[in-house]
């Protein structure tokens, strides 16, 4: 079993307190995130970000697994996650997350739309959000 670990810390109340966030690897050092920056647009990271950055990345690593088994070479990904947070009864819940994706390779078309199609499913980030996943696609 693999285990990964990030940190936050907080301070004060919610809309005029602030927290850090950190990773284990160090790839995110104390970095601010407070009320602000999560539904104000202020300058900082938010949770939604990190999640969508989670999203793109591990979908991007499924999708050349799944690109290679399929037989694609000269393999090239771009994937933009957009996640959506909403107020609804009961609280925000994130609702959706919008992979934009490009592809790059030589292979079958079909073939590169289902990897990308299983990709979507499979990769472990998809598999754990409880949301909806949308998927642009285009090859070229």
Known sequence: MIKKSASARWEGP???GKGTI???SGALADQPY????RFE??????PEELIGAAHAG??????????????????????????SLEKQEGGFTITRSQLT????G??????IRAAADA??????????????IGMDLTIG
């Not at 591990?58 to 996640?83: H, P, Q, R, Y």
């Not at 994706?101 to 790059?104: E, F």
């Open 14 to 16: 919610i809309k005029e």
């Open 22 to 24: 950190s990773t284990e």
């Open 34 to 37: 407070g009320f602000g920056m």
């Open 41 to 46: 647009g202020m300058p900082g990271t938010n």
């Open 58 to 83: 591990c979908f991007s690593m499924a999708l050349s697994k799944e690109l290679a088994e399929a037989g694609v070479e000269n393999i090239g990904i771009d994937t933009k996650a957009v996640i």
């Open 101 to 104: 994706v490009h592809i790059t």
């Open 106 to 111: 030589s292979g079958d078309e079909g073939a």
């Open 119 to 132: 990709a979507k499913a499979g990769c472990p980030v998809s598999r754990v959000l409880n949301c909806e």
